[in-house]
């Protein structure tokens, strides 16, 4: 079964499709999201933040694997993320 027949937005189509289909279609829902539109109301505005939400999960998952993201920590004598040169 190709990628067409699947329900879009499904948990097996953010599985099947390319990284750059992925991309384009986040692109394209955060330009309504983005938009201007006096039409659009609450529950639209919501279902569309949550969708960006899905791509992200879903790129973040690919970038990283079962890796779990973890940012840099420094410590120095100045205390965590200072600087020295005060």
């Given amino acids: 079964?190709?990628?067409?027949?699947?329900?879009?937005?499904?948990?097996?189509?953010?599985?099947?499709?390319?990284?750059e289909e992925l991309r384009a279609e986040r692109e394209r829902i955060r330009l309504q999201y983005c938009s201007p539109d006096p039409n659009k109301d609450m529950e639209e505005a919501a279902r569309l933040f949550n969708l960006l939400r899905?791509?992200?999960?879903?790129?973040?998952r690919r970038a990283w694997g079962d890796e779990t993201p973890r940012p840099p920590?420094?410590?120095?004598?100045?205390?965590w993320y200072l600087s020295e040169d005060d």
Avoid at 73 to 79: D, K, M, R
């Fill in 73 to 79: 920590s420094y410590h120095s004598e100045h205390g």
């Fill in 1 to 19: 079964m190709g990628v067409k027949y699947m329900s879009k937005y499904s948990n097996r189509w953010f599985r099947k499709v390319s990284d």
């Fill in 54 to 60: 899905a791509f992200d999960r879903e790129l973040s």
